[in-house]
């Protein structure tokens, strides 16, 4: 049995990481990069590629039999998923957070599941928009637990801390 | 290290396999399916999804690292090598038997090397011209020798073969 | 004579049915589903095949010369005109609501007419906004009474409300 | 019930008109303008507007329930049935003559039917290549007999033969 | 040596005559005139073309060697210093006032320099918005010192100024 | 008054150079470089870039007035002189030698010129598909009396010629 994981992975963090290898129990998992032509923005500082590496180096995901790719957007919903289907191998089950996501596979028949959300020991909600934040804040000891160590080496690497925290202060 | 294996796989042949298997001994592979937005032509008979799928159930490839990456072409060729590295990690190497891919790869500075080419016992290519060209003449005994069984399999299941004699046939 | 009627119809109201029989009196009425790309968002709910069928279903339109047209938009306003005209036949006016429309109808030299405002027996105004914002509060009886009972039988088929109120609850 | 009538009408001719009428008799019919985005080619020299046209004021459809649509074409034929069942109402079964369009719709599940071919009293098929090929042989006493007289009318007064014959003198 | 100068000139102003004529001294120089494909907005009334004439017809660029080219935005900005190096002959160095602009030249390894800004005697900053507030604002008085002689007369040639105060006026 | 003078230039070639030069004799010229989409093919082996950059750096062109545009092709035909018009300064004439291009502006009612065609001593004429024959015959001697000086320096510089060669040989 397939299940699809879709995601933007701005930047790949612990709760997608814990999601991935709870549905990796019974599912081969196929990684769905979402917004793939995004990058250099606030919401989506990160490229395809980058983020398509995060996942493939993952040390976590060493074992699992991931597979990872980077699909761009439609401008038409309509079509979304019979585009991103086209693409794609057949697959038993969609795991998602996003509702738009979630509808358009479910306006076409498919099983979707809502993803698991994990939070860290404060109770405080791992995603994508909170470690943007906390890497913008400047909160390195924060956003750097919110993250895998090679996300963290990484990030650092490419310099993407320095890129969020421009893209915020100089791009409105 | 790791490498890139750039094909359309229309279909996945033996050729295909022995070159992976053997590139794989030293490197670790990124498969890109590319002109991933064609299907249902003579030349491109299936989809990206179908030819993903090829690679991901090989059972030649179950204990290799592999990743499959499906990738639509631009209309401009001067941008595609960017297009392309913005959707991938980062990679060491590019293998491709196509001219075009090799020469833009090579423009923008990147180490390619030719695809090894494989023939059958009566000295025939491995390719997917010859495999389509076959099917179309309904040789079955001689195409299903000339990719794998999970490939056969696969083609019988979806129809593939009747698919492409009716491309073949009706249209122009 | 013939008129062109531009409108997003997210959905056909009562409104556009007055208008569209008022100016039939005098033209042959092309009706041009704007906006043919979007579907499933706040603004743009339905897709534009279900706002056809809303159209052309119409038992007010049922002897009228009607012909209905969906038009995507383009990315370039200055050219979006020349791609209109290029898809439809010739036309002596233009009816619409929309200032940006009517200002690039103008530009070009077409002869472009304000559509008519109507409003219910308590002053509102019958417009798109005004449904999909009474069907997001989930006021029924409200909506129901500003749109025809043939538009009504078919948003409530195929669950176009619920569409509606979920886009608006779930996507920002 | 409804049927879709598929074609590209370059130009509308005979045999369109004697099919399109033919179902007419059982179905109420959506007529799609197919490759919208061709013009002023050797292959499609009409604009979808000038098809439409031809459509819209044909004589002989003067008292069917037909509704006219131009289509583009997309880059991607996995997608296409998709896209275009996107902006049309529901429909019951497609004609065309084109075996790519039947291919594409049955593939997606729906009830295709080869249109019927005409041919005149000299056994010739109506058809768009042979109207173009005798416009561009400058026999107008043939061609003027394979299409009605609105759309030789229509030709005429666009300078559309005109047309046909520089495309195939003066490109190629 | 060769620059770019990138900006949209929406509309050109003191402040990048000033900036333009400056850097003339030292480089032959490439004026780029940015997110070509937008019109008809709040943000971005001209159209390339018009932005072009600007440009073209200033009598203080009379005698330099500028050469203006106007170049369209990108969906995916990983691609986007590729695409404008693509259509632009070799250059050293780039002007920009842009963010964004700035950060995706640097990324590719471009030297670029932030164009320098000027103020009226009020010490208020030249700059586009400033001269389409004060356009929408109706005070002629103060956008015609903010702009070339040139500049003023084609702007009220083209009734650009209606256009900018009908922009604001009516679409939001 | 101002001339359209619009060319593909693969490459620039002294019967561009010297129908330019007879054309700036009565217009201010913006030399437009067509299908800057294309490279890397046989057809349209340079960049639009490298292009640009042969009629900027031309030495015959130094004391004329001219402004080079590299301008993409639309997919739709009907469009086209909107959308390069769109793009360009006002002009009252237009010279070409592509048929489609006269077509097209004189449709939309510009003044179209064919632009003249230059022959060398042996009555060859110049034209881009002769220079590349040439050049893919590695006839060197001959091509390089077919262009200026400045071009067959550049082309040599950017081992254009080797490109040309390799495109003829290794793609079909």
Same sequence: chains 1, 2, 3, 4, 5, 6.
Avoid: C
């Amino acid at each position: 049995m397939r299940a699809l994981f879709v995601g933007r992975f701005q930047p790949l963090h612990l709760g997608h990481i814990k999601a991935i290898l709870e549905i990796s129990k019974k599912y081969e998992v196929i990684v769905v990069v979402g917004s793939a032509q995004e990058s250099y923005t606030i919401k989506n500082p990160f490229m395809a590629g980058e983020r398509v590496e995060m996942l493939i180096n993952e040390e976590n995901f060493k074992n699992l039999n991931l597979n990872v790719i980077p699909v761009t957007d439609t401008n038409n919903h309509a079509i979304w998923v019979k585009y991103i289907t086209s693409l794609l191998p057949k697959f038993d089950i969609v795991y998602t957070q996003n509702p738009l996501t979630k509808f358009l596979f479910e306006k076409d028949g498919f099983n979707v599941k809502a993803q698991k959300i994990y939070t860290n020991e404060d109770g405080k909600i791992y995603s994508g928009t909170n470690v943007r934040n906390e890497i913008s804040n400047k909160h390195e000891d924060v956003w750097k637990k919110m993250v895998s160590a090679d996300t963290y080496k990484f990030i650092k690497m490419i310099k993407g801390d320095e890129r969020v925290i421009n893209l915020t202060k100089q791009i409105q």
